[in-house]
């Protein structure tokens, strides 16, 4: 099991931008895919972003194309989230997670806030 700790999040006007990073422990990593979802208050956890093993495949939710980017440093065994153009509907928990296959998280971190204010 990968054990996961999220950083970077914080209080941004609308329209900013947010880095996030999660430091994972194993020598495993670059086996993982790595993803990152978010919850809001009242609102059911959602996926928002998967990048691949090698870090050659990434997917993202729709609302987020174009705004969002993933990516992996497999040497330094962190997963980030760049984050542009925010908007207030971007305000949540977000989660970096892990697992064997894009369909498949096991391992979970324990948040970091996002708010975007208007």
């Known amino acids: 099991q990968v054990q996961l700790v999220e950083s970077g999040g914080g209080l941004v006007q609308a329209g900013g931008s947010l880095r996030l990073s999660c430091a994972a422990s194993?020598?495993?990593?670059?086996?993982?895919?790595m993803g990152w979802f978010r919850q809001a208050p009242g609102k059911e956890r959602e996926f928002v972003a998967s990048?691949?093993?090698?870090?050659?495949?990434?997917d993202y939710l729709d609302s987020v194309k174009g705004r969002f980017t993933i990516s992996r440093d497999n040497v330094k065994n962190t997963v980030f989230l760049q984050m542009n153009s925010l908007k207030p509907d971007d305000t949540a928990v977000y989660y970096c997670?892990?697992?064997?296959?894009?369909?498949?998280?096991?391992?979970w971190g324990q948040g970091t806030q996002v708010t975007v204010s208007s």
């Open positions: 990048i691949s093993g090698s870090g050659s495949s990434t």
């Open positions: 194993g020598r495993t990593f670059n086996t993982y895919v």
């Open positions: 997670a892990a697992g064997p296959n894009s369909r498949s998280f096991v391992s």
